[in-house]
C-alpha cells in the first residue's frame, strides 16, 4: 500500500502541475486578448480625431462653395456644376454625421448638427477632440459644448470603442 500512496501523490502532483501550466497559458491569452484590445481602442480613438478633422475639411469647402454659388447666383447665372459638387460633398459629410441641410433663397445652405450651425452661408463652425476621463478623444466643438453624434460613421465609432470594445476589458 506504501508505493500505491507513492503514486496517488505522483498522479496528485502531476495534476497540479498540469493545472498550474493551464492556468499560466490561459493567464497570458488574457494578456494577449487584452492587449489586443487595447490596441483597437487606440485605434478607434485615432480614427475619431481623423473623421473629426473630416468633417472639419468637409465644412470648409462646403462653406467656400456657398460663397461661389451666391456669388454666381447674385451674377444671375446657374451654379449647376457648384452645386453638385457641394451636394457630393454633403452626402460625405452626411456619411460621417448625420446632417440637416437648410437650403436659402440665395443659393447658399446651411447645414445642422442636431440644430447646431456647422455651415452657414461661408462661414464653417470647427470641431475638436478632447480628451475623456480615460484619455478616448472626444468630438466638441472648438468653442465649447458637445456634439451630437447621432448614427453616422463618427457616432458608431465612438459607441464601439466607448461600450463595446471597454466592455470586454472590463
Given at each position: ?93 452626411n456619411r460621417i454625421l448625420p446632417v440637416t441641410i437648410d437650403p436659402k433663397a440665395d443659393g447658399t445652405v446651411t447645414v445642422l448638427v442636431a440644430g447646431t450651425a ?53
Amino acid at each position: 500500500s506504501g508505493e500505491s500512496a507513492v503514486l496517488r501523490i505522483a498522479r496528485t502532483l502531476a495534476a497540479r502541475a498540469a493545472g498550474v501550466e493551464q492556468a499560466s497559458t490561459l493567464t497570458q491569452r488574457f494578456a494577449r486578448d487584452a492587449a489586443q484590445l487595447t490596441t483597437l481602442v487606440d485605434g478607434a480613438n485615432f480614427q475619431v480625431g481623423q473623421q473629426v478633422a473630416q468633417v472639419n475639411d468637409l465644412a470648409t469647402q462646403i462653406a467656400s462653395l456657398n460663397s461661389q454659388i451666391q456669388r454666381v447666383s447674385v451674377s444671375g447665372d446657374h451654379p449647376n456644376d457648384l452645386a453638385d459638387q457641394r451636394d457630393l460633398l454633403l452626402d460625405q459629410l452626411n456619411r460621417i454625421l448625420p446632417v440637416t441641410i437648410d437650403p436659402k433663397a440665395d443659393g447658399t445652405v446651411t447645414v445642422l448638427v442636431a440644430g447646431t450651425a456647422l455651415v452657414e452661408h461661408d462661414v464653417a463652425r470647427t470641431m475638436t477632440t478632447i480628451p475623456d476621463g480615460n484619455g478616448h478623444s472626444v468630438p466638441t466643438w472648438s468653442s465649447g459644448g458637445s456634439v451630437s453624434l447621432g448614427t453616422g460613421q463618427l457616432g458608431a465609432l465612438v459607441s464601439v470603442r466607448d461600450t463595446t470594445l471597454v466592455g470586454y476589458l472590463d
